[in-house]
């Protein structure tokens, strides 16, 4: 039997990714992953506010590299399946010259390589999927600004990680105010300084320490990328997303979405292309069931994310 599972390919190998992808799944899911390739490294950048580990994957040339990063919102789990489905399709390419998004990326990897960071926000996830009490000792606190954590997008602090970095942080806070955004919410509460939280710091300090010539944040909702912030923007950057833009708009962001975000702050601080790119149509979260039809959809952005 198992040599007719061999004969057959690697398909039959693939791990379902028609999960919810909590801490402990995707702890199961990575370690499947690292089991079935040995070259995939695999650290970890920090801690959550609740002490939940960030993982970090890489796969390829550790000399030049590319960076994406999934989970930044709480209830755009999505996000985070995408990103590790794409790894192991490219790992599986390394492996056995089997295209991806039409192109043989184990060759193009040995030029750029791959590192990902599933989920940024591991207790903003766990929350949107397990209620108020995966927010630990601050689930009095999410109880109080929340009456359905099912569309919780911020961390367990309540402190939106997309608008905590420093990139239009000020200007951003003052579109906060106006809005009455003030304090601790599910979403868009920039936190009372930029990189005030753990996942923050803990991301930007990975990119000061190494090399990325590009970075992507995968989020949700809409068909989406946007790939501009400020008078900083390189050319790169337009043609990175004009490129992969196969079923998706070329958009840009309402006035309280401008700044704040990872795409703005990596564009602003290395003048390095950064897209962000959100995946599917409808309302977060997007159903699960959705998830396999969006990827085939989102697969070939991904491939040429690494290969332009």
Known sequence: HNNLQKLKGKDLYMINYNVLPDYRTRKEIIGKICEKYSFVKQFFIGKSVCGRCINVLHIGNTKHRV?????????????????????????????????????????????????????????????????????????????????????????????????????????????????NIKSPAPTRFGGNCPESEPETRALT?????????????????????????????????????????????????????????????FIECFRRPALTVEMGMGENPLPLVDFEGEYEILRKILSLGVVV
């Open 205 to 265: 300090r990975f990119c000061r320490n190494y090399d990325f010539e590009r970075a992507l944040a995968l989020h949700s909702q809409g068909r989406e990328i946007y790939c501009s912030f400020g008078k900083h923007t390189p050319v790169l950057s337009f043609r990175l997303a004009f490129s992969q833009a196969s079923g998706y708009n070329i958009a840009f962001p309402e006035d309280i979405a401008t700044g704040g975000g990872f795409k703005d702050w």
């Open 67 to 179: 960076l994406y990063c999934g989970g930044f919102h709480g209830s755009e789990y999505l996000t985070v399946l995408a990103l590790l489905k794409f790894l192991e399709e490219c790992c599986r390419s390394m492996q056995s010259d089997k295209k991806v998004g039409g192109y043989n990326l184990g060759d193009f990897l040995k030029i750029r390589g791959l590192t990902i960071i599933p989920c940024v926000n591991p207790d903003g996830v766990e929350i949107a999927l397990h209620g108020s009490e995966a927010a630990l000792k601050y689930k009095p606190l999410v109880d109080d600004v929340a009456e359905n954590t099912h569309k919780w997008q911020a961390n367990a602090r309540g402190v939106d990680i997309n608008h905590n970095f420093n990139a239009g942080w000020c200007e951003l806070k003052k579109r906060e105010i106006s809005r």
